[in-house]
């Protein structure tokens, strides 16, 4: 397998019409993880404590099972996904069919914008595309499988990015690296990845595009799982994020570039879904998780049993910002764009709560005690001299 060096990485961007710099190789980061992982955090994801993600494709159409829904049809094979589509379309269906469907209708990205201001969250972060390979944006190497060319038939990755700003919010994207059943991934997945056909020709275009037509403050990579960090050119990548992009100095990266890059390598570590560590550690983390326990996507079949309480998310929300960690806090929007009520009733319900103790959240560092499971349980931010006590239960003899 052939790996970008600097000058053949400038050749590409150069070839590819994204960018070309003469300072690429001169910059302070190199190609390499142990320059890029040298690089400080901006201060700003920090200090901002508290994000919403946003999972929302064609996969909303079927929403059914979860967000995974065609790798779960064709790919798995799971009963119960084969036996949805047969109850409910007929023979030779293509998930290809769904898009039509995915229109967007009452999506109104200003609404979206000020409920998320309003649950107290300071970035937000959408899917540009999922694992499905259907892009959010117009993008010109995704042909007739984009939010321009059908479904919505409008860019929804730049609206959102509007809106959100209109309201000071940072706002981040969402990219899987992979497509399940993209014929140039599985060309290069036959060749055991010794052939970069794919990422040269979909993954890389992409990524500098959402970069240079968005200026994304954050980029949630993901889809990595199955091939090294030099097949997806990574570093390369990262190295022209950092240097020489509009947002070299303010984008802020995860940690999911390639097998082993997980918990390793990166801005802040997502290590895994839902990872939540219950202890300080020394590099900044993200706790990811969704409002529906059971998906990430809209479910037309999730039950009231399957969404998480006020209570459950603000002891989630502590617990990340007691150790040191971010909280990112997912919902899945359905088809048409809307919120579901049940959603909106969570966000707005620790708004409420921020509104009143946002001072211990944000821009908090932890204190030398996180946390204390006394009968009545205590944890513990700082910010300078001052040391924050929050409980989320009055002591019935109101004594601590």
Same mark, same amino acid.
């Given at each position: 397998m052939q790996i970008m060096g600097c000058k053949s990485f400038l050749s590409f961007i150069c070839l590819t019409g994204y960018l070309c710099s003469r300072a690429f190789c001169d910059g302070p980061y190199q190609p390499n993880w142990k320059s890029l992982d040298s690089r400080p955090l901006p201060s700003w994801y920090d200090e901002s404590k508290f994000g919403i993600f946003i999972h929302?494709?064609?996969?909303?159409?079927?929403?059914?099972?979860?967000?995974w829904f065609w790798w779960n049809w064709k790919g798995r094979r799971e009963f119960s996904y084969v036996a949805f589509?047969?109850?409910?379309?007929?023979?030779?269906?293509?998930?290809?069919?769904?898009?039509?469907?995915?229109?967007?209708?009452?999506?109104?990205?200003?609404?979206?914008?000020?409920?998320?201001?309003e649950s107290g969250?300071?970035?937000?972060?959408?899917?540009?595309?999922?694992?499905?390979g259907f892009t959010n944006w117009g993008s010109p190497v995704s042909w007739n499988w984009n939010s321009i060319d059908t479904g919505p038939h409008r860019d929804l990755v730049g609206d959102l990015a509007a809106a959100v700003r209109r309201r000071k919010l940072y706002y981040g994207v969402y990219h899987s690296l992979l497509e399940w059943f993209n014929p140039l991934f599985l060309y290069d997945k036959l060749n055991k990845f010794k052939t970069q056909k794919f990422v040269v020709e979909k993954t890389l275009p992409e990524l500098y595009e959402l970069v240079m037509r968005y200026k994304p403050d954050i980029?949630?990579?993901?889809?990595?799982?199955?091939?090294?960090?030099?097949?997806?050119?990574?570093?390369?990548?990262?190295?022209?994020?950092?240097?020489?992009?509009?947002?070299?100095?303010?984008?802020?990266?995860?940690?999911?570039?390639?097998?082993?890059?997980?918990?390793?390598?990166?801005?802040?570590?997502?290590?895994?879904?839902?990872?939540?560590? @219950?202890?300080?550690?020394? @590099?900044?983390?993200?706790?990811?998780?969704?409002?529906?326990?059971?998906?990430?996507?809209?479910?037309?079949?999730?039950?009231?049993?399957?969404?998480?309480?006020?209570?459950?998310?603000?002891?989630?929300?502590?617990?990340?910002?007691?150790?040191?960690?971010?909280?990112?806090?997912?919902?899945?929007?359905?088809?048409?764009?809307?919120?579901?009520?049940?959603?909106?009733?969570?966000?707005?319900?620790?708004?409420?709560?921020?509104r009143v103790n946002g001072e211990a959240i944000y821009a908090s560092k932890p204190w030398r005690v996180q946390k204390e499971n006394s009968t009545n349980i205590i944890w513990y931010t700082s910010k300078g001299s001052s040391v924050y006590g929050i409980f989320t239960k009055w002591p019935i003899d109101n004594i601590l």
């Open positions: 929302w494709g064609v996969f909303s159409v079927p929403s059914f099972g979860s967000e589509m047969e109850q409910n379309y007929p023979p030779g269906f293509e998930y290809s069919e769904f898009a039509p469907e995915f229109t967007a209708t009452f999506f109104n990205p200003d609404q979206w914008a000020e409920l998320f201001e969250a300071r970035y937000v972060v959408l899917t540009s595309k999922h694992h499905e980029i949630w990579s993901d889809g990595d799982w199955e091939a090294p960090d030099t097949y997806w050119n990574s570093t390369g990548f990262l190295a022209w994020l950092y240097n020489d992009s509009p947002v070299k100095d303010t984008v802020v990266t995860n940690d999911r570039w390639g097998v082993g890059c997980a918990c390793k390598h990166g801005g802040f570590y997502n290590c895994q879904d839902k990872y939540s560590p @219950h202890a300080l550690q020394n @590099h900044k983390w993200e706790m990811c998780t969704s409002v529906d326990k059971r998906s990430w996507g809209y479910r037309r079949n999730m039950m009231m049993s399957d969404v998480m309480d006020l209570p459950s998310l603000l002891t989630n929300l502590l617990d990340t910002i007691a150790y040191g960690g971010n909280f990112l806090l997912n919902i899945g929007p359905t088809k048409d764009g809307i919120i579901a009520p049940i959603f909106e009733e969570r966000l707005r319900g620790l708004g409420q709560w921020l």
